[in-house]
């Protein structure tokens, strides 16, 4: 079946523009994440949803960062007046939910931001 | 969140067993050890978990020790495409436990 898939997969822009990362997550799954990855590191978590509410943002670096879910499917990561430090992959996942299960996640191929 | 500790590299034969340690001394009774890896230029993808007794599947076997404050992640017979970063994660039971906190991991090289 088909996977997590996000958009664009690459997106270049100049400093102080917006950009908008689509998440589109495995279809029924409930739950849904957004992970950075700085070259050469692991994943950093951003924020968590659970249907369309979001239930934890604490990874959001500073408020020019924001998500949202609204109908509990897609997903979009926003970044405002973007700075190079915001350069980075930008990674979606989905599971089936949360809890003492402790559902596999599902991690799409990423969108490769660069900042210039 | 409870630490991992695992080598920065390690590197195998292809068709031999490879054998990845994760050392976790401050794991608590609650905390299951997952096992994500991550292929060159793709995103992590699951490969194990498990809480306390060792775990078999179609990838490979997670042996955890008595006192659980160590693993072994074990691929029985490495093929290059299993060449990746593998990386050690505790979850918890409860909470905070949908947060994958990824470390540094291992990086697997597979020689043909």
């Known amino acids: 079946g088909a996977g997590v898939s996000q958009s664009p997969r690459y997106k270049v822009t100049k400093r102080g523009q917006d950009v908008a990362l689509r998440c589109d997550p495995i279809?029924?799954?409930?739950?849904l994440y957004w992970y950075r990855q700085a070259l050469g590191q692991g994943p950093e978590f951003l924020t968590y949803?659970?249907?369309?509410?979001?239930?934890?943002k604490s990874g959001l670096p500073n408020d020019r960062f924001s998500a949202e879910r609204p109908e509990g499917s897609i997903s979009t990561l926003t970044i405002q007046r973007t700075e190079q430090r915001d350069s980075a992959m930008y990674r979606c996942?989905?599971?089936?939910?949360?809890?003492?299960?402790?559902?596999?996640?599902?991690f799409g191929p990423g969108t490769r931001l660069t900042v210039t | 969140d409870a630490k991992t500790t695992q080598p920065n590299s390690m590197e195998s034969n292809e068709e031999e067993p490879v054998h990845l340690p994760c050392n976790h001394s401050?794991?608590?009774?609650?905390?299951?050890i997952h096992w994500y890896r991550q292929l060159p230029s793709q995103g992590p993808e699951y490969v194990i978990h498990?809480?306390?007794s060792n775990v078999n599947n179609r990838m490979a076997s997670l042996a955890i020790a008595e006192d659980r404050k160590s693993s072994t992640l074990i691929l029985h017979r490495a093929t290059l495409r299993d060449a990746a970063v593998y990386y050690c994660?505790?979850?918890?039971?409860?909470?905070?436990?949908?947060?994958?906190?990824f470390g540094k991991g291992t990086l697997l090289t597979v020689n043909p």
């Open positions: 996942a989905s599971s089936l939910g949360t809890g003492g299960r402790n559902y596999e996640q599902y």
């Open positions: 994660i505790l979850r918890g039971s409860g909470g905070s436990n949908y947060k994958l906190t």
């Open positions: 498990g809480l306390t």
């Open positions: 401050t794991i608590s009774g609650t905390d299951y």
């Open positions: 949803f659970n249907y369309e509410a979001q239930q934890d």
């Open positions: 279809s029924g799954h409930v739950s």
